[in-house]
């Protein structure tokens, strides 16, 4: 079992800043994807970053130049750094991550943390 921890969220002004991060434990064989997504009331979620299996990363067109993906791989975790924060930018953001199991056959299961709230309000 894989378990997907979140932190960083929080009531930040507009323009402010907020870092988001996510540490992934467990029976871990290797991580083929992670990354943030997110979900406002009464809207779907969607994708905010992500690191894909090939290492690249991957933005929402809304977020490019304002937010950035990162990793410490040996850590198991990401990071969300988030500047200019808009109140469009509201929601609970979503941890997110494929994961090999160990052994074998090869499987790879999806996983999601609990969500952290991201306010944005003056």
């Known amino acids: 079992q894989v378990q997907l921890v979140e932190s960083g969220g929080g009531l930040v002004q507009p323009g402010g800043s907020l870092r988001l991060s996510c540490a992934a434990s467990?029976?871990?064989?290797?991580?083929?994807?992670m990354g943030w997504y997110r979900q406002a009331p009464e809207k779907q979620r969607e994708l905010v970053a992500t690191?894909?299996?090939?290492?690249?990363?991957v933005y929402a067109d809304s977020v490019k130049d304002r937010f950035t993906i990162s990793r410490d791989s040996a850590k198991n975790t990401v990071y969300l750094q988030m500047n200019s924060l808009k109140p469009d930018d509201a929601a609970v953001y979503y941890c997110?991550?494929?994961?090999?199991?160990?052994?074998?056959?090869?499987?790879?299961?999806?996983?999601w943390g609990q969500g952290t709230q991201v306010t944005v309000s003056s």
């Open positions: 690191f894909t299996r090939s290492g690249s990363i």
């Open positions: 997110n991550a494929n994961i090999r199991n160990p052994g074998y056959p090869i499987t790879n299961q999806d996983y």
């Open positions: 467990g029976s871990i064989s290797r991580i083929n994807t």
